[in-house]
């Protein structure tokens, strides 16, 4: 464990009382039991006290990505397609055209950060972008690389080994959640993009309907300690305040993506590190498909939410000054 001196990870406000105690990580990897105090300024979700960097590399099972394990046999590869076809690439394509659509990027140079097999970053380039995946974790680059002729770098969020002013956009999809330290990663992501280049970042919101509805049952928060915040809004323009950038504009994610969450809140057995790790195994395959209806049967409910209480699934653009 380490302290981060009961400061909150996004404002450097103080953190107040705990609000989700006793978290068990949904995929009992990591034994222990996890706090999330909120922050008294932004309301941001913040484990106190952190997981030692020890910790926290223990955490990651060895499939992590949906996409990570070869698919064996007609059925899972069936299946497989299926479940890109009609959900992971509806929400990929529309990730893609949004960022275009609010940065008015049509081409230039995009470093993913987290990006691991690639599969979202392809669809920013079917769109004219030149893109690099960045990954702290070989195997899922090795997927990238080999699969989709992606360019991959491995290593640490914080310190990408590239050219300063060199790139137009760098995109974090569900990756500030999982770093102890954020303003460091977007500090470094400032000094590689060019002057009026954009971040995007696509965040689990704690002041959504899904914390309000399932409360500490939310996957995103049973995600601990691999997830070791959950901002606000507010969290996410003091991020990027901070860190020099200014906050443009931010949206929801696509409803069946927060559909997909809540689905695996409620079945996590379903959820790819243990339903993805073996292909092969029918029983997986079957909770996998389970999860898939299961999505259907909530798109409703998802978007209910929404509209009442404010997306669970955020995604923020940010601008360096021309
Ligand atoms: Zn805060």
């Given amino acids: 464990m380490s302290t981060n001196g009961s400061r909150c990870i996004y404002c450097n406000g103080p953190l107040g ?3 989700f105690r006793d978290v068990r990580d949904r995929l009992r990897v990591s034994a222990r039991t996890w706090t999330f105090r909120r922050c008294r300024v932004c309301g941001s979700a913040v484990l106190d006290p952190m997981p030692s960097l020890e910790e926290l590399t223990a955490a990651y099972p060895e499939t992590y990505a949906f996409d990570q394990a ?10 497989y397609t299926l479940e890109t076809t009609l959900f992971y690439h509806p929400i990929y394509r529309h990730s893609a055209r949004q960022t275009v659509k609010v940065t008015g990027l049509r081409d230039g140079w995009l470093l993913d950060i987290g990006g691991g097999t690639g599969h979202r970053t392809r669809f920013f380039r079917m769109l004219g972008f030149r893109c690099i995946v960045l990954d702290v974790d070989r195997r899922p680059l090795r997927i990238a690389q080999a699969r989709f002729g992606l360019p991959a770098i491995q290593a640490l ?39 009026g280049g ?19 049952r939310w996957g ?10 959950l901002p606000t809004p507010e969290g996410m323009r003091w991020l990027l305040g901070r860190t020099g950038f200014r906050l443009q504009r931010w949206e929801a994610m696509h409803p069946l993506d927060e559909a ?5 809140s409620l079945l996590p057995s379903a959820s790819s590190p243990i339903a993805c790790a073996a292909p092969e195994r ?36 940010g601008r360096k000054a021309e």
């Avoid at 300063?164 to 330290?181: A, Q, R």
């Avoid at 995103?220 to 915040?229: F, G, K």
Wanted: hydrophobic share 50%.
């Fill in 260 to 264: 997909g969450v809540l689905s695996l």
């Fill in 157 to 195: 969020s914080e310190e990408p080994p590239l050219v300063c002013g060199s790139l137009d956009l760098i995109t974090f999809f569900y990756i500030v959640e999982h770093l102890p330290d954020p303003i460091r990663a977007l500090q470094a992501a400032y000094h590689t993009l060019r002057p």
């Fill in 70 to 79: 070869p698919q064996t046999g007609w059925l899972s590869h069936l299946l």
């Fill in 198 to 216: 954009w971040v995007a970042i696509a965040v689990p919101l704690i002041s959504g309907g899904h914390a309000r509805w399932l409360g500490s």
């Fill in 220 to 229: 995103q928060i049973t995600e601990a300690p691999r997830h070791v915040s």
């Fill in 282 to 317: 029918m029983l997986l395959r079957m909770l996998r498909l389970a999860g898939g209806l299961l999505t259907l049967a909530l798109w409703p409910i998802a978007l209910l939410l929404r509209v009442r209480f404010g997306p669970s699934l955020g995604i923020f653009f």
């Fill in 17 to 19: 009382e705990p609000i």
